[in-house]
């Protein structure tokens, strides 16, 4: 069974960092009424950084463009391995979220989307809608700890119904944004289960001009346990990345 393909490489876990696969509604900053914004990320391999696994070897490159308002917000994600079209990094996502803030300092943010497969056309057999809750709380003007709970396969192939949660510990000041991850895939709604952690660090909001910004950094990811090592397999791996956004 695929697993979720929701990655957001650094962006998806660091704010202004573009070096996640997939973009993550998590802010360490205080937000406009309304922003638009477009992260270019190249990395040296494909990682599912919700899911918390590599899936290739081979470089990919990543487009996500982002419309967001004070409680709620739009993205567009596309990801394509630069060397193998049929991988399962080749995949995208369309999605709508909402920021609801308990309190000055906990917000939760369900995101609803559909994820399209894409070996051989736009949307293949497997595509499907996905559920993410991140539950995230700011306990320092430059920490973040949260949880997202994903689930993925929720209308069309329930039969592959999956489960993952993942944890974060997130630092972000001036350049420097940091964090460590633990991933656990369960078995309440299928037989797989694995756990995974990692951790990145990038030097981030490099000032090009008044609206772009670069991004460099590196993911160190390893799986330390698994149920089945032919659909997870233990790959240990650092991915590198490179990332532009434009705001």
């Given amino acids: 069974m695929r697993t979720l393909l929701v990655a957001s490489v650094f962006t998806i876990a660091l704010p202004a960092s573009g070096m ?10 205080p937000q406009k009424t309304s922003s638009i ?3 270019v990320r190249l990395h040296s391999a494909g990682l599912f950084a919700y899911s918390g696994r590599i899936v290739c070897d081979n470089p990919v490159a990543d487009v996500n463009f982002t419309y967001e308002r004070k409680s709620w917000g739009y993205t567009f994600f596309k990801a394509e391995d630069l060397k193998d079209g049929r991988t399962d990094i080749n995949f995208a996502l369309t999605g709508f979220y909402t920021n609801i803030h308990v309190s000055k300092k906990l917000t939760i943010t369900p995101y609803v989307a559909f994820r399209m497969e894409q070996l051989h056309k736009i949307a293949d057999k497997g595509s499907d809608a996905i559920f993410i809750v ?10 973040i700890v949260d949880n997202s709970s994903l689930l993925s396969n929720i209308m069309l192939e329930k039969k592959d119904m999956d489960w993952i949660n993942r944890f974060r510990l997130l630092y972000s000041h001036k350049h420097i944004d940091a964090g460590l991850m633990i991933w656990n895939n369960n078995r ?3 037989h797989d289960d694995y756990v ?3 951790m990145n660090v990038a030097y981030s ?12 950094g590196m993911t160190g990811i390893a799986m330390m346990t698994t149920s089945d090592t032919s659909e997870f397999p233990k790959t240990n791996r650092i991915v590198f990345t490179l990332a532009a956004t434009l705001h």
């Fill in 20 to 29: 996640y696969l997939v973009e993550d509604t998590t802010q360490l900053t």
């Fill in 37 to 39: 914004k477009l992260n």
């Fill in 134 to 143: 991140t539950t995230a709380y700011h306990f320092h003007h430059d920490w």
């Fill in 188 to 190: 309440v709604l299928d």
């Fill in 196 to 198: 995974s952690g990692g």
């Fill in 205 to 216: 909001r490099i000032k090009l001009s008044d609206h772009l910004l670069l991004s460099a």
